[in-house]
């Protein structure tokens, strides 16, 4: 089956800038920026991503386009014989089916909210009568499966038409209208009375409000954000490398989607922050921010209702671009694996995300009683857990790995890769830095995230969630020193 192919270049960019252009950086950035003391973790954050999320994405792109195949038969392709690369590739399929069976949630929550601001819900609505609205809809399991299978059907009818006529010719469309409607929004924002104050916070550092915070706790933050932002280390990004030419070089293409996405993630926090403090509200208010604290600040100014659905129109567009992506990694599995055609592959993919997408929904109202995590989590809290604490470092880690050891795709081959075309060239001299440097950073943020997570449940609860998280790292570290010799040249 012959392989599909973007219409162009910048097609290329903005279906891979959408695909890491999501909830994460309109919803997690903001108040993870307001809770970590704003430019000072800004400024650890950008160092963050230069120094380590550029080279996994240059990693990812590289593997997909040499092998032209997506995460699920990539690794058979390039890997030497007899060794165990392959065995990753579960990684990266079980981690797109496990983040669209809580996204499909998150993102019908968008669309939902960007309904009720048309509607003009917010208008005049009190604190109260906001977080009870918000309850509400966790409550109502009908609700929230109309949104969620709505988004889901949408989503998967765009990539019924194929890479060009579909997945790139709409998110064209909606990254343009997110910039644009994104622009709008900041500018507002900047305008609004006593917003200075919340500019000030978010462009000028305040290190002494950083070292207050903990400085470690912010570098943490800031690393994880700068890691899990670009939606690295489950092959997402590795299928948008298989469908692209050899005429530009892999670093430049990997520098202009991060600096998309990171432009994305500075503008919403330009959008909320300044919103926060003219309206007396506090930006570090968690993940409540969107869905509570946001629709007060609307219901509170001067032509609240449109500008509440621009914002929530903007949310959607932003999570509809990552759903779009990442059902093309699913449905390029079966395609990969089984030669489906797209037709069959999207039909069945359908169905089966609608099902898995279920138990998170339930989460909330029916099966709340379910808390996998402790008190007070839900079905959704494990899947994120599953996902964003153990397949993105851990995938992220296997391909840098399989990039640079012998006995995997081996350094040289990488280089051929990545180097081919026009553009900027990734330095030779940085083998040592991407071979040593980042996989270590990358399990400390790891084995930290597993600490954070247990370690006010005890030390029992502790000493066994350490080793699972210690039992998986060996799974990935088993696949990359086992067997095999280097492919002859």
């Given amino acids: 089956m012959k392989r599909e192919k973007f219409g162009s270049r910048l097609g290329f960019i903005l279906v891979s800038a959408g695909c890491a252009i999501g909830i994460g950086n309109v919803w997690k950035f903001p108040y993870l920026c307001g809770e970590m003391g704003g430019a000072a973790f800004i400024l650890i954050y950008l160092a963050f991503l230069l120094i380590m999320g550029i080279p996994v994405l240059v990693c990812e792109f590289a593997i997909g386009r040499s092998s032209r195949f997506s995460v699920a038969a990539a690794f058979e392709k390039l890997e030497p014989e007899h060794t165990n690369w392959h065995r990753t590739k579960w990684i990266g399929i079980l981690g797109c089916y496990l983040l669209m069976m809580f996204y499909t949630t998150v993102g019908g929550w968008m669309m939902y909210y960007c309904f009720r601001s048309i509607r003009g819900d917010f208008v005049g609505a009190t604190t109260d009568s906001v977080t009870a609205g918000f309850n509400e809809m966790l409550s109502n399991a009908p609700v929230m499966t109309f949104w969620t299978v709505l988004i889901c059907i949408i989503g998967f009818i765009i990539c019924w038409f194929g890479i060009q006529n579909g997945v790139e010719r709409v998110s064209k469309i909606m990254m343009s209208a997110l910039l644009l409607i994104m622009i709008v929004l900041a500018v507002h924002s900047f305008f609004l009375n006593g917003a200075d104050k919340g500019i000030r916070f978010y462009l000028i550092p305040d290190f002494e409000k950083m070292m207050n915070i903990g400085i470690g706790n912010v570098i943490f933050g800031a690393m994880s954000q700068a890691f899990f932002t670009l939606s690295i280390g489950i092959g997402a990004m590795m299928i948008f490398g298989s469908y692209i030419g050899s005429e530009r070089s892999l670093t430049g293409e990997a520098l202009s989607i991060t600096a998309l996405d990171t432009f994305v993630a500075l503008m919403a926090g330009f959008i909320i922050i300044p919103a926060c403090f003219a309206f007396g509200i506090e930006p570090g208010a968690g993940p409540s921010l969107i869905f509570i604290t946001i629709p007060n600040i609307f219901a509170q100014m001067a032509g609240g209702r449109f500008w509440s659905a621009l914002f929530f129109l903007f949310l959607t567009f932003a999570a509809f671009t990552t759903l779009v992506a990442v059902f093309e990694n699913i449905i390029s599995f079966d395609m990969d694996l089984l030669k489906w055609s797209r037709k069959k592959s999207v039909i069945v993919s359908m169905v089966l995300i609608i099902v898995l997408s279920i138990p998170c929904v339930l989460g909330f109202n029916l099966w709340s009683s379910i808390e996998p995590l402790g008190d007070g989590s839900t079905i959704m809290d494990l899947e994120d857990f599953i996902v964003s604490n153990n397949l993105l470092p851990l995938g992220s880690l296997g391909y840098l790995l399989f990039c640079t050891r012998k006995n995997g795709w081996g350094w040289d081959s990488f280089l051929k890769e990545v180097n081919t075309g026009e553009g900027i060239h990734f330095p030779k001299g940085l083998k040592g830095y991407v071979s040593y440097i980042i996989?270590?950073?990358?399990?400390?943020?790891?084995?930290?995230?597993?600490?954070?997570?247990?370690?006010?449940?005890?030390?029992?609860?502790?000493t066994i969630w350490m080793t699972v998280a210690i039992l998986l790292l060996g799974f990935v570290l088993y696949c990359a020193f086992s067997g095999g010799k280097q492919k002859s040249k």
Avoid: A
Wanted: aromatic residues 16%; positive net charge; proline residues 4%.
């Fill in 439 to 462: 996989p270590l950073i990358i399990t400390i943020i790891y084995l930290k995230g597993y600490y954070d997570k247990f370690s006010k449940m005890g030390t029992t609860v502790l």
